[in-house]
DNA sequence: GAACCAGACGCAACTCCTTCGCGTTAAGCT
DNA sequence: AGCTTAACGCGAAGGAGTTGCGTCTGGTTC
């Protein structure tokens, strides 16, 4: 039902998929996200409607998979010389991306997806790869290194359900609140009020 | 631009409102959610499809108010004795109530309405006034109680991450495993790999 | 390398969701 | 009771979403 899987990955199915992610891009810049509508987005990528309909299924499913693709990372996490600076540095960066406006409405965008494993899965998944990289480092230099489970649930799932659920509740020093509180260390001085 | 805040709370709105509301809640049990339409649901509730335009704005926004409701906690979690009791019996539930089909729809409706403030943090503070009758009942005990904030980022942000980002890791005795490491005991046997 | 097969696309017509202006109704207030 | 204004009903116009059919292209097989 995705468009990912497609059955003919070359040739003229690649370009349409191409041209129409690559015209979703510009018209978002452009006109901004709520003014898309298929019709429009074909237009622009030099193909009917009906193909989109086709492939896609829906506007939100090809919104979704746009999304997924800008959420990846495009590089490695930096290297700080420390477990705990590459976690807080990179929690840093990755509140910071996703709680942005933009941010946010890739995130939801990405979560409308086929409700079962797909493009939700995918954004976790560039997580996991993130920390693991991280972690892999860290083990390099022998520290002890929490499991990537861990990590998921202790620094990045409660960042998305701040980010989510309560986008008035993200303050600064949250992430290395956080990261200490994955670590065992001294907690962030602006830690929450309990 | 939601349907909470009408500015007339009485009357004929109130009651068109109230019909909207029922005739979503009728439909979807009838045909389903996806089969639902803004002219359907105005139909059945007796009122012009315009009517429904201007007041939701949008199908979305209208699911979203609808999900929000039906996510609201019908009772105060039950009392078993001890605050791990009644944060393991509360988290199971959670998680089966919302990791079930319905409730990962009603959430996903959920967090479509208008992305600032608004229904996503009422979904927020249902868990947070569960939590905190579960403390105050168990502070009342003499019981150490971890504070709400703590609570949402240990228990209720992994439960929602695995939920909404990865339908398919979410295990039997994870919710176990998540309260013992919020109150510091031991972990349940099936704890993450990691 | 040439013919075959199947999936993907273009085209066009149809349905109906969505929007908007205007007149009417009723809720809240003095 | 009269007034003000938000909310609703109605109807028309525009545009999104859907579908069937023919054509084309990419992959496969002989």
């Given at each position: ?175 290395g609140h956080l990261v200490a509180a994955a670590l ?11």
């Amino acid at each position: 039902m995705s468009a990912r899987a497609t059955t003919r990955p070359g040739g003229r199915s690649a370009r349409v998929q191409q041209s129409v992610h690559q015209a979703v891009r510009d018209l978002e810049a452009e006109l901004g996200r709520d003014a898309l509508t298929v019709p429009l987005i074909a237009a622009r990528a030099g193909v009917t409607p009906s193909t989109v309909y086709r492939r896609w299924g829906d506007l939100r499913e090809l919104l979704s998979d746009v999304a997924v693709e800008r959420l990846r990372p495009d590089a490695l996490p930096a290297d700080h010389g420390s477990l705990r600076a590459d976690l807080e540095a990179w929690a840093a960066q990755f509140a910071d991306e996703m709680s942005s406006a933009a941010g946010r409405t890739y995130i939801r965008d990405a979560l409308l997806g086929d409700p079962e494993q797909g493009n939700a899965a995918r954004c976790s998944d560039y997580a996991a790869e993130q920390l693991k990289a991280i972690g892999v480092r860290a083990a390099g230099r022998g520290e002890a290194v929490p499991g990537v489970e861990t990590l998921l649930d202790v620094v990045v799932a409660p960042l998305m359900y701040r980010i989510l659920f309560r986008p008035s509740d993200l303050s600064e020093g949250y992430t290395g609140h956080l990261v200490a509180a994955a670590l065992g260390g001294d907690s962030a001085p602006s830690a929450p009020k309990s």
